[in-house]
């Protein structure tokens, strides 16, 4: 299971910390992808991370979000700076025990096996 908390209101420039926790199993263990979904929109890769710690990031975030990983609280994060209003979306952490060779098989939400069920995150202006 895997559990998102962090969400919340910010204005544009502002930064807030998204947690993703598992239970039953070691974040450690698996490759944790990070999604967001905005209203009427598919949802969309914001980062991933394989347990190699290879990370792949949309463009769109660059530079402005950061995946971690807490192995003691057997959590992951992504750290978000300069938010902007586009950034507006229900955000979902994801974890697949498969192994892929390119990263970029990772990027599909069809590699994922477990899904959180998504915390809000609203930029205002």
């Known amino acids: 299971q895997l559990v998102e908390s962090g969400g919340g209101l910010v204005q544009a420039g502002d930064s807030l910390k998204l947690s993703c926790t598992a239970s039953?199993?070691?974040?450690?263990?698996?490759?944790v992808g990070w999604y967001r979904q905005a209203p009427g929109l598919e949802r969309a890769l914001v980062v991933v991370?394989?347990?190699?710690?290879?990370?792949y990031y949309a463009d769109s975030v660059k530079d402005r979000f950061t995946i971690s990983r807490d192995d003691a609280k057997n959590t992951m994060y992504l750290h978000m700076i300069n938010l902007k209003p586009e950034d507006t979306a229900v955000y979902y952490c994801?974890?697949?025990?498969?192994?892929?060779?390119?990263?970029?098989?990772?990027?599909?939400?069809?590699?994922?096996?477990?899904w959180g069920q998504g915390t809000q995150v609203t930029v205002s202006t």
């Open positions: 991370r394989t347990t190699g710690g290879t990370t």
């Open positions: 039953g199993y070691s974040v450690r263990d698996f490759a």
């Open positions: 994801a974890g697949t025990f498969r192994y892929y060779s390119d990263i970029n098989d990772y990027t599909q939400a069809g590699a994922y096996d477990y």
